[in-house]
């Protein structure tokens, strides 16, 4: 579940369903994410998203996610076993946030603070020295040269095409990329490699703004300053990009003078890339302290009992006598889920025999120490003797749908933003989620047949658009036939519902069907 302001200043909270799929053309097994709704809460605190959260819910055959044993009851229907969010006080709070309130009515909720979301703001710890800040700034001053400066583009451009015949740049554009205005440090790399790979040009041509007497005093300045300061040469060298920009670095007058891309590096030695290489360890220490901190925040127990489970390699290293860590994860994970596996008639007695016999088929008949998780479990789950183990392999569905990302549902708050403009502010929130189901999860152009919806044109209406027109036959004019030769698959009106998972979000929520596990995925910010 996450959620976005929009163009009319609505709180839209962006809904997403990640169900668990065969994909037998790939013969793997996975989760598919997939757009459900967008609705607005009538408050965006706590109560507000759960409430929202439930009457979201209502039209899949969920039960009151505040009532336990009239949403177990509801045995027909799915059960909410887990939610995804991001790290916002009211979605994770212990006491007043979404997370607490939820576990308290449901105690087998699974909770998920986004992995994508952790794994930035560790490296925004990581990352906040000086040196990198410099880099950003460097970053920065560079996009706002070329941003809005047409001439200056060009002159790159022309600069660029000249030093391509001598120099790999790689593909791409020569602009510099924005770096900014987003968490992802994903961002920043991206525009850092776009110098590094041009870093010829981009000096050529600030030094040539720097001599340019046309150029306002004070901006030649601001130009020969980047270019003495040599930012990206010296100080890139402690980025994880040190071996990209060695490998490119050539000497000459008895490796007296050092060039990257015909511009000479100052201060620059093996000590000095010593020094960097050194500085860069330390830096992804860091990294790795800072990662491990924040990933802290969910039950390690459970976790690895998850992985010890879906990660079929691990199998071929335990010995065929000794299953005591599987049998452990097992336990852990029925103890933590025993209410929904039970209300689905899971068999928990069974569960070791059956665990042992899938672990004794898959490593003598699938090559677990050679094949990827996703195609043994695809395997088990065709296999002919897949009934003698259904019991595993229900839990392997709900494992398979548990959330961790709403990487997903970030996507399509860019396609929100697209339909809902400054001057569409005014939109039906019904209106909004038919756009965005066309958009999203709808057939490209080249493959939709407008059949249906023009039947649905024909018939709503209290006055007959064609006298001649028939159901059974079809539109009967010239013009419509011609319509209704196209190729394509037809497009029907669509009922929810566990067999038609539909979804897209930041903070997920998982639920079970009666055939097996799917997770739905609710996004606010």
Not at 5 to 14: Q, R
Not at 19 to 24: A, I
Not at 91 to 118: D, T, V
Not at 492 to 498: A, E, H, I, K, N
Request: glycine share 6%.
């Amino acid at each position: 579940m996450d959620g976005t302001t929009d163009a009319g200043n609505i709180e839209d909270e962006l809904i997403v369903l990640l169900h668990f799929v065969k994909d037998g053309a790939k013969e793997i097994v996975g989760t598919v994410t997939r757009f459900f709704a967008v609705e607005v809460p009538t408050k965006a605190d706590s109560d507000g998203l759960i409430k929202c959260t439930g009457n979201a819910l209502k039209c899949l055959g969920v039960g009151d996610i505040l009532n336990k044993a009239q949403h177990l009851q509801a045995t027909k229907g799915p059960i909410l076993i887990g939610v995804g969010t991001d790290g916002a006080s009211v979605n994770i709070g212990e006491q007043n946030g979404m997370k607490g309130k939820l576990q308290e009515a449901l105690p087998w909720l699974f909770w998920s603070w986004c992995y994508a979301h952790r794994l930035e703001l560790a490296c925004k710890d990581a990352l906040s020295s000086d040196l990198f800040k410099e880099i950003e700034d460097m970053l920065l001053r560079l996009y706002y040269i070329y941003e809005k400066s047409p001439k200056k583009c060009r002159e790159l451009a022309e600069i660029s095409e000249d030093l391509k015949e001598v120099y790999d740049f790689g593909k791409g554009g020569d602009k510099p990329l924005r770096s900014h205005g987003s968490r992802w440090i994903s961002y920043k790399r991206k525009s850092l490699l776009r110098i590094l790979e041009r870093y010829g040009a981009y000096i050529l041509h600030l030094s040539a703004l720097s001599e340019d007497t046309s150029v306002k005093s004070e901006d030649r300045a601001r130009f020969k300053g980047l270019t003495i300061a040599n930012v990206v040469s010296t100080n890139t060298m402690q980025w994880p990009s040190v071996k990209y920009i060695c490998d490119k670095i050539t000497s000459s007058d008895g490796n007296a003078v050092y060039e990257y891309q015909g511009a000479q590096l100052f201060d620059y030695s093996v000590t000095t890339l010593q020094k960097c290489c050194d500085r860069a360890v330390g830096d992804l220490n860091r990294l790795t302290e800072s990662m491990l901190n924040r990933l802290d925040w969910l039950d390690p127990h459970l976790l690895n009992a998850i992985l010890t489970i879906l990660d079929t390699q691990h199998w071929q290293e335990t010995a065929s006598t000794n299953l005591d860590e599987l049998n452990v994860a097992i336990d852990l994970i029925t103890a933590h889920f025993r209410l929904p596996l039970q209300s689905k008639g899971v068999c928990f007695a069974a569960l070791r025999d059956e665990l042992e016999a899938v672990v004794l088929y898959a490593r003598k008949f699938l090559g677990i120490d050679k094949e990827k998780y996703h195609k043994v479990w695809y395997k088990l789950h065709v296999s002919p003797d897949a009934a003698a183990w259904k019991n595993v392999l229900l839990i392997s569905e709900l494992l398979f749908s548990l959330p961790f990302s709403n990487g997903r549902v970030e996507g399509i708050f860019s396609t929100l933003k697209v339909i809902k403009t400054d001057a569409r502010t005014s939109l039906k929130n019904q209106t909004l989620n038919d756009l965005m189901e066309i958009k999203v999860e709808g057939p490209s152009l080249g493959q939709f047949n407008p059949d249906h919806a023009i039947d649905l044109w024909y018939k709503d209406t209290c006055t007959p658009r064609r006298v001649n027109y028939s159901d059974s036959a079809g539109p009967s004019s010239s013009c419509a036939g011609s319509v209704s030769s196209r190729a394509g698959p037809s497009m029907s009106t669509t009922t929810l519902g566990p067999a038609d998972p539909r979804a897209a979000g930041a903070d997920e929520v998982a639920v079970m069907s009666l055939d097996g596990w799917d997770s739905l995925t609710l996004l606010s910010q």
